[in-house]
């Protein structure tokens, strides 16, 4: 399994495509840089091959480009998210998007995901793990037989984590979902902003939890 991180600029979230008999992107980006987004996808897998948008959370960083690229995939894409996202996603409120003097345009998510369902992902299935706390409907994807973690913007690199000061977030939450997270074997973690980590995750989650401590 391969996955491509398409590295967050400005405001984005960092995006990642993996391919396979059920080809996949997680989250898009604001869509402040479609264009590049759209041309780093196309070096890695054509584009009519994706089949389904996955969305960790419900932040205009990581959702604001949901109709543009779906609009240039296809319209047979399907749009996944938890259930709480998809209410925000859905209404196409955004206090983030209007400070960028941009709009969060309202686009129906066709999947609700629940805490530990299964979805396929490429060739594999992975696990739904609901992880409240930086947002109200934050998930992390986990696969098991790779040890990787799609993680949102949950948990980071270097021991960090995310901010739990916005509306809907909550650190005692966040802190029991990192416990959570602290307690599966992850090798490869895929985090929402900033560095990917192939291979050593471990030591990272172990600093983000004694670093969580402190709140």
Same mark, same amino acid.
């Given at each position: 399994? +391969?996955? $491509?991180?398409?590295?967050?600029?400005?405001?984005?979230?960092?995006?990642?495509?993996?391919?396979?008999? $059920?080809?996949?992107?997680?989250?898009?980006?604001?869509?402040?840089? =479609?264009?590049?987004?759209?041309?780093?996808?196309?070096?890695?897998?054509?584009?009519?091959?994706?089949?389904?948008?996955?969305?960790?959370?419900?932040?205009?960083?990581? +959702?604001?480009?949901? $109709?543009?690229?779906? %609009?240039?995939?296809?319209?047979?894409?399907?749009?996944?998210?938890?259930?709480?996202?998809?209410?925000?996603?859905?209404?196409?409120?955004? =206090?983030?998007?209007?400070?960028?003097?941009?709009?969060?345009?309202?686009?129906?998510?066709?999947?609700?995901?629940?805490?530990? %369902?299964?979805?396929?992902?490429?060739?594999?299935?992975?696990?739904?793990?609901?992880?409240?706390?930086?947002?109200?409907?934050?998930?992390?994807?986990?696969? #098991? #037989?790779?040890?990787?973690?799609?993680?949102?913007?949950?948990?980071?690199?270097?021991?960090?984590?995310?901010?739990?000061?916005?509306?809907?977030?909550?650190?005692?939450?966040?802190?029991?979902?990192?416990?959570?997270?602290? =307690?599966?074997?992850?090798?490869?973690?895929?985090?929402?902003?900033?560095?990917?980590?192939?291979?050593?995750?471990?030591?990272?989650?172990? #600093?983000?939890?004694? =670093?969580?401590?402190?709140?």
């Amino acid at each position: 399994m +391969t996955i $491509k991180c398409i590295y967050g600029i400005d405001y984005d979230s960092n995006i990642y495509v993996i391919g396979g008999k $059920k080809a996949s992107i997680i989250d898009t980006g604001t869509g402040l840089h =479609n264009q590049r987004v759209i041309d780093e996808i196309n070096e890695c897998i054509n584009l009519r091959q994706i089949k389904q948008i996955i969305l960790t959370h419900e932040h205009f960083d990581h +959702t604001g480009g949901i $109709k543009k690229l779906k %609009d240039v995939l296809s319209h047979d894409v399907k749009i996944i998210s938890h259930k709480k996202a998809a209410l925000k996603i859905e209404s196409g409120e955004s =206090n983030f998007a209007r400070m960028l003097r941009m709009e969060m345009e309202s686009v129906p998510v066709d999947i609700n995901v629940e805490d530990e %369902d299964e979805i396929q992902i490429g060739d594999e299935k992975w696990s739904v793990l609901y992880t409240p706390g930086h947002s109200s409907g934050s998930i992390v994807l986990y696969e #098991k #037989k790779s040890k990787s973690l799609i993680s949102g913007d949950t948990i980071f690199a270097y021991g960090s984590f995310g901010r739990y000061d916005l509306p809907g977030g909550d650190p005692h939450l966040l802190k029991a979902s990192i416990e959570r997270i602290s =307690n599966l074997e992850i090798d490869n973690l895929y985090p929402g902003h900033e560095s990917i980590v192939e291979g050593d995750a471990r030591k990272h989650i172990k #600093k983000t939890l004694q =670093n969580i401590g402190y709140i």
